[in-house]
């Protein structure tokens, strides 16, 4: 669908499908999760069906949840390289925090803080995989030593987890115009040349 | 599994009082490693009573039988054959939940009321709350709960609650047929071990001692060892046992700490919209853009 011609496609249908049961899956994850982590957040397994249904789904919306993520990790990878210009943009995120963008170094596709996000949710996702293996009971069982280790790296890159994606669902309500790029795809010229001006550049030629 | 109760010292994953409006003595159970003969009428008593039948097993070519504890062989007798002196030494030891002070397995338990310690020091697992998810099993400091392939609970010996409750003692200790274990209050206990050990003393085992680890605040199942000094020998009892310090972390600071700093993300978030306002579009960039559209 196109509302208007003159918008531009930041996302493909394949994409944003890609980003959506990535989400869900975060979703559900986190919300059983957090339930064997503290007795406040327990009565979130009732969206399951129970502690135990809980117990039963969660390591393998992770498994299926790892898998979308390395299709999403590989789709989007390039895109998230670095450079010296995102890491003037970090050095000077308190600007953009503030509300005063208009001064930030000018951008590509993806900010120096959404590059950020995106390595460190790829740090956060191995972790929670490979420490999600080493606890998963009903699977496997390692030397206890290991478990134990396991359940901290979980919990900690768990709540890392979070956290990240708090902040990045958060800078999407934050900076208006961006959930339809999630939506449906696209967003506006103007959206683009405030927020991403080299993209903006490269898509227009303006 | 017993039935509820008043004198329930502490719950898992809950953080209110539990019902303990009735107190009572600490008990324990005293196993005298000196005098068992390994006859595993204990392993007997606690199927009958408990009435849970294991599978039966293969011959491994030792005595150990079970090999190991399972969701149905709540205590196991095994068998160390250790060289002191000069001589062998058949040292037996009935293994079990040690119904810890300080237990590592409700720490772990993410399950309210999965896990009970009573006033009398009794550790228990109320199988209808369990999710088993195993979460005992990595907090316990002695490796005991065992989850079941068939029901996916975990379980472990119950020191029979349902007995001490009506002033019963535990059905191993009823079999025991020299006397090796023994049941009453912890003090008692300790006063009968104490006769034991220079009774051993005399004979020859002088570091001879009772095992009542400091480390998880004491046990309500007690060992009266020869080799008190050196209680590996006895098929790898820990020596020093405490919960690790990575269950401490993850079931301790790490969830008071972590709850807030998403909290605080979150409310941050909440009010950092509320106080510096969306992040729009200007005005004039939209002009710009029309300007820039159309030439």
Known sequence: ?206 | MALQSLDIKQRSATTTPAPSVRQTTAVAKLIDVSTCIGCKACQAACMEWNDIRDEVGINHGVFDNPVDLTAKSWTVMRFAEVEEKGRLEWLIRKDGCMHCADPGCLKACPAPGAIVQYANGIVDFHEEHCIGCGYCITGCPFNVPRISKEDGKAYKCSLCSDRVAVGQAPACAKACPTGAIQFGSKEDMKDYAARRIGDLKERGFDKAGLYDPAGVGGTHVLYVLHHADRPQLYNGLPADPGISPLVSLWKGAAKPLASLALGAVALGSLFHYVMKGPNEVSKETERDVEKETEQ
């Open chain 1, 1 to 206: 669908m196109i509302r208007d011609p003159k918008d531009l496609q930041r996302y493909t249908p394949q994409e944003r499908a890609n980003h959506w049961v990535v989400g869900i899956s975060f979703i559900l994850l986190a919300l059983s999760g957090l339930a064997f982590f503290h007795p406040a957040f327990y009565p979130l397994s009732q969206l399951f069906g129970g502690g135990t249904w809980a117990r039963i789904l969660h390591p393998y919306i992770g498994v299926f949840m790892a898998f979308f993520f390395v299709l999403m990790f590989l789709r989007f990878r390039k895109l998230n390289a670095m450079t010296p210009t995102d890491k003037e943009w970090l050095s000077r995120i308190g600007e953009m925090v503030d509300g005063d963008d208009h001064n930030m170094p000018e951008q590509g596709k993806y900010n120096g803080g959404q590059k950020a996000m995106f390595w460190a949710s790829v740090v956060c996702m191995a972790l929670l995989l490979v420490s999600g293996v080493l606890i998963w009971r009903a699977q496997f069982s390692p030397p206890v030593e290991l478990v134990r280790f396991g359940a901290v790296v979980h919990a900690v890159a768990a709540v890392a987890m979070i956290a990240l994606i708090v902040i990045h669902a958060y800078a999407a309500i934050w900076v208006k115009g961006t959930i339809r790029a999630m939506w449906y795809g696209t967003v506006t010229r103007a959206w683009a040349r405030q927020h991403h001006r080299a993209w903006y550049r490269e898509m227009t030629g303006k």
